[in-house]
DNA sequence: TACTTTTGCTAACACTGTTAGGTAAAGGAA
DNA sequence: TTCCTTTACCTAACAGTGTTAGCAAAAGTA
């Protein structure tokens, strides 16, 4: 490969991650609902179509964001279960880090789950999704079974489904109804539910 | 008032509600997404500013919907209640009730909760949700209080926290990645977390 | 009959995502 | 350097979207 074509490739990497932070930025200022293909040509002072160039159509910028998304939860829940070893305070990080995740990114929280403008169609076009929760599961189950070493299968399996709905229900009603006095209660609920699953600690 | 007034409030209201269930079969046969003033108009055979003479925007029309999906639920969920006197079964049969609601009107769930098109703005618009949810809390509170008399309230806030997040939590799990072997493992994951809110039950 | 209100339309504006087709620059080969 | 090919980039357009201005015809009222 000769050095110009080196060149060549780098500054189409360069242009592609310059459409991707410029459409970040209006995602971030104006939300999902207001992301337009000429707004992010605008803003790269590029013309339309130049965008087709590096991406299929937008909903492929969208399906690399969610990929993001996906990449960077996964990162910070695996950190948060590498943060101790006892089994509730995992679970306790776990649900420690989704939360931040979720409220520190709304965009990618809204983008992952489908509470953004054009998610309908995501489904098929993201396998990250269920990486993700199959990922999840596993960690979470491994914890469940090391604090309750003597329960049947079955039940890990059943608490980690009510402690994911619990934290996933406790977050998209918060950010879809922002109500400021739950916060503290919602920790509560998290940390009862929690201490509900490890009860048969054998320490 | 004269007798042609009459008739043409009548009219008026005739053409209001074929405006709705237009839209209402545009949105089932073909989702939120693609639901637009002008395939409302083809559909009733009339010009499209006519549209704009019964409804301010097309967010009046969602609006509408949003109405119609919180008016139903209440009713499903005030009926479920009433099935019964026993609090666990009470609780069940809301549980039941709100899950068989959301996915027999999967559009209504989607419009109510923000997992549709443009449903950002709907939470000023929106004061059914808050009727709605001070409504249930109230009704599942009371619920929860009377099956554990002894309790403080705290308790019991605690408690309906926790199964409104658990049911929230699987439906719309369930509803963004629909997974078919888990059916009978979410029934038993809100069964076993209500006899839980049961269990200091005095009888 | 004359006037007013309502009803409905055509046409347009300002946006969307997307693409066809042409131009000029850049890269490689003689 | 010259020729050719590929790449980069643009203008202009198409088919949609929500929304509105302005006008014509019908209906109601006096």
């Known amino acids: 490969m000769s050095i110009?074509?080196?060149?060549?490739i780098r500054e189409k990497e360069a242009m592609r991650t310059n459409i991707l932070t410029t459409a970040w930025h209006i995602v971030k200022e104006e939300g999902w609902q207001s992301l337009s293909i000429r707004k992010i040509a605008d803003a790269i002072q590029y013309s339309v179509p130049v965008i087709y160039d590096y991406f299929e159509n937008k909903e492929a910028i969208l399906l690399e964001f969610g990929k993001q998304g996906f990449e960077r939860v996964i990162a910070e829940l695996k950190a948060a279960k590498a943060s101790s070893s006892d089994p509730a305070e995992q679970l306790k990080a776990i649900?420690?880090?989704?939360?931040?995740?979720?409220?520190?990114?709304?965009?990618?929280?809204?983008?992952?789950?489908?509470?953004?403008?054009?998610?309908?169609?995501?489904?098929?076009?993201?396998?990250?999704?269920?990486?993700?929760?199959?990922?999840?599961?596993?960690?979470?189950?491994?914890?469940?079974?090391?604090?309750?070493?003597?329960?049947?299968?079955?039940?890990?399996?059943?608490?980690?489904?009510?402690?994911w709905s619990i934290l996933h229900g406790l977050i998209s009603i918060k950010m879809v109804a922002p109500a400021d006095d739950t916060e503290q209660l919602n920790k509560l609920v998290l940390d009862d539910a929690i201490t509900g699953f490890i009860k048969n600690l054998k320490s």
């Open 4 to 8: 110009t074509a080196e060149r060549r």
């Open 95 to 163: 649900a420690d880090a989704y939360w931040a995740f979720a409220f520190a990114n709304k965009e990618y929280y809204q983008l992952m789950w489908g509470m953004s403008a054009p998610s309908c169609e995501m489904d098929k076009c993201m396998p990250e999704r269920s990486v993700f929760r199959d990922l999840v599961m596993a960690s979470i189950i491994e914890i469940i079974e090391k604090a309750n070493p003597g329960d049947a299968e079955n039940n890990a399996c059943l608490k980690y489904h009510t402690f």
